[in-house]
């Protein structure tokens, strides 16, 4: 079963602010700490977040290491990924019941710059005032999900993942 576990903040902000860019270490298979993937194509990669508020939290990512949210890629580039993006969401609330489904790039050119999307399913009945962007804090810890949980999840959304 899934746990919260506290989450080291300091250690954290360390690793991605001074190591090697993570996502393109995932591309080469190549990561410091594993991660379940999900899907990968020409286009982008799909992975569970390491660090979930929520349960099903997702990132996705292009292949190749780009930073700026729209610049960084020509209008068609920007729609494929979008369109990933797009089925990714779609197989993801086949899998887990959501009452809203969120959408966001965030990043920052100081840590974690290749850009990335956030997609995450927000459960039904989140009281009003934890929805939104307090529904993306774990500042109070973070839902680690064991090995075989994580494959489960994986492996259901793989399955709609058309
Ligand atoms: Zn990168």
């Known amino acids: ?3 919260v576990q506290p989450f080291d903040k300091a250690a954290y902000n360390e690793r991605v602010q001074n ?11 190549q990561p410091e700490e594993s991660h379940s993937e999900i899907y990968r ?4 990669i799909v992975f ?36 990933l993006i797009y089925r990714v969401g779609e197989a993801l609330q ?13 990043g920052s050119q100081q840590g974690n710059r290749h850009v990335h999307w956030h997609l995450v399913p927000l459960p039904p009945g989140v009281p009003y ?23 489960v999840l994986v492996e259901k959304v793989r399955q709609y993942l058309l």
């Open 41 to 44: 194509d020409e286009v982008g």
């Open 1 to 3: 079963m899934s746990q």
């Open 94 to 106: 086949k899998v887990i019941t959501t009452e809203r489904f969120y959408i966001l790039s965030l």
């Open 48 to 83: 569970l977040s390491k660090y979930p508020s929520q349960y099903g939290y997702t990132l996705v990512a292009p292949i190749k290491h780009r930073e700026r949210v729209t610049a960084d890629f020509s209008p068609e580039e920007y729609l494929a990924l979008q369109s």
């Open 129 to 151: 005032e934890e929805q939104q962007l307090e529904a993306l804090k774990i500042d109070k810890g973070f839902l680690a999900l064991g090995n075989s949980e994580a494959e």
């Open 19 to 29: 190591g090697p860019c993570f996502i393109c270490q995932l591309v080469k298979n």
